[in-house]
């Protein structure tokens, strides 16, 4: 679900973060409008907008545990995990992580690859967001969801900057709700 | 009262200290790895890492913060967020999308490549450099020389842990290192 159909309606904020996601063309291959959040990030309103809607929204839900995807997620999810005091997990990509790690594969494109988390981070009742810059397909969430619940945590909501046309109208990933600020620009 | 502050400030130095955990031989045999993965699941110890570069950097006119992918990009945007600045992410080969410009630096065995955005700092804008560790100090030099060729101040290297045995300071050229764990 977006962030303007559930309570946002309207919102000046969910305007300014969408002006300040950039688009390139044809990155990383011709056909593909990459939505580019460095531009968000750079924009010290817009960064503190997106953050606190998110803190908004979570910081009442018990939410214990914050994971975030490897790399863009990284910039997103700590600064939320700080504001509701909750734990910050990386979801990295393999061989990332030292010491004893549970991985997870998912589909790309053309070929796989693997999510790792960390072993003995998450209790059994930890209550997890999971965090990423965009969601297109869903793969990685969908790993992301795969691995924290393999390690007993109850995920509560998978939450992104920017969901792609593919999950539009979608509510669910995974079997987990789907909350996004904004739809990709032209 | 300032006793109290300068108690205040080892107390959590301390904090954090304890809860880094040390893995012996990664990435390989001999190398004893500073793990912060084990700092950012104590939220009282993650929240003073940030608050302590903060109260340092919050009067220093500072215009951007500059992360090194990827552990820069947990630790730099909180600092920008708190203080108003820009965050701009330092990347691996080939992730940023757009015009870049790029810096080649050495690796124990060959080299690497990092990026910056062309556009995303102006000439005479105040930059940190932001990462979880400095090492050799190969990393945040290449940092320091991108930033540099578009006429960014780079106003000092933050990072928590310091391998002081490598001697990364001294590859700085004039640029002060401010760590919080040595």
Redesign the interface.
Known sequence: MFAAENGLKGDPRLKGISDAI?V?PH??KPGIM?Q?I?TL????RA??DT?DIFVDRYRDMDISVVAGV???G???A??I??AI??????L?KP?????EVISEAYELEYGKDRLEM?VG?VQHGDRALIIDDLVATGGTLSAAIRLLERVGAEVVECACVIGLPEVKGRCRLGGKPLYMLVEPRQ | MAAQIVDSTDDRISRISSSI?V?PD??KPGIM?Q?I?TL????MA??DT?DLFVERYKDKNINVVAGI???G???G??I??AI??????M?KP?????EVISEEYSLEYGTDTMEM?VG?VQAGERALVVDDLIATGGTLSAAIRLLGRVGVDVVECACVIELPELKGRSRLGDKPLFVLVS
């Open positions: 950039r390139v990155f990383p990459f580019d460095t990030v750079s924009n010290p960064f503190k953050i490897e790399a863009r990284f910039m997103f700590p600064a995990a700080l005091g909750a734990k910050f997990i990386p990295r061989g990332k992580l030292p010491g960390h981070t | 955990r893995i990664f990435p790895f793990d993965t950012l699941l104590d939220p993650f929240k940030i992918e990827a552990r990009f947990i630790f945007p909180p920008a967020l108003g600045a820009k965050f701009v992410p990347r080939k992730k940023l999308p757009g955005h995303a």
